[in-house]
């Protein structure tokens, strides 16, 4: 393998900012290129050679807009070139950028004035959201909901429950369901707010129970309303 440092630095390219939250223009600050080969065929003529190549590109890179540094990875293999036609075609190249930013990722806030738990299992939601895992995602929702539960002590609340002749009684459960209402009860939370995470938990009912892959547009809704009401 050959290294070689710095040798794509100054390369200019547009790259997905999240803090512009725009595409924008980028510069390598610094880099260290490595590349590789290996022969997996000797022919008859000694020209006749064929081999497995790759080279892998680590850089850091900058915004020019804003000037914010971040990590850039790009990786070309010789094996994972296609060609479909002359516009349609993979060169073998992939880039990731670090960390993972697109207009459609979902960037995890710091909620510092909730539990550190609570806090854990929200980044791992969205993780599981920016990871294309859906079904873990709303289940990591219905997670947070009974982590919420459990640190606020309650374990149970009133829940509308219609009857074979169509009236309507209120029982106690213990269920989610049951403890979402508890937290209303209790003040903690505004019946808007317990309506929205009665909708989080059908969707981790679904996920958990059904193993309904939830659509992303809702996994989306969910986030966005945790924190337009937190």
């Not at 900058?62 to 070309?76: A, E, L, P, V, Y």
């Not at 060609?83 to 992939?94: A, I, L, M, R």
């Not at 989080?200 to 996994?219: C, I, T």
């Amino acid at each position: 393998m050959n290294i070689e440092e710095n040798k794509s630095k100054g390369e200019k390219f547009k790259a997905f900012c999240a803090t512009c939250k725009t595409e924008t223009n980028h510069v390598v600050a610094q880099s260290i290129d490595t590349t590789g080969s290996e022969v997996i065929h000797y022919g008859p003529d000694e020209n006749d050679i064929d081999s497995i190549d790759w080279s892998d590109g680590y850089q850091i890179i900058q915004c020019i807009g804003c000037d914010t540094f971040s990590f850039r990875h790009k990786n070309w293999f010789s094996e994972a070139q296609e060609y479909y036609g002359p516009d349609d075609h993979n060169d073998g190249t992939t880039t990731v950028l670090y960390p993972q930013r697109s207009k459609d990722i979902l960037n995890a806030k710091d909620f510092y004035n909730a539990p550190k738990n609570l806090r854990a299992i929200y980044k791992e939601v969205v993780n599981c959201f920016n990871g294309d895992s859906p079904v873990m995602c709303a289940a990591g929702l219905r997670a947070t909901i009974e982590g919420l539960c459990a640190e606020h002590s309650v374990t149970d609340g009133p829940v509308d429950v219609t009857k074979q002749d169509g009236t309507v009684e209120v029982k106690r459960k213990d269920n989610l369901e049951g403890k979402i209402s508890g937290l209303c009860e209790k003040g903690i939370l505004t019946k808007q707010n317990a309506e929205i995470l009665h909708e989080h938990r059908y969707l981790g009912n679904s996920a958990v129970h059904e193993l309904s892959r939830p659509a992303e547009a809702d996994l989306r809704l969910a986030a966005y309303s945790g924190e337009r009401d937190r």
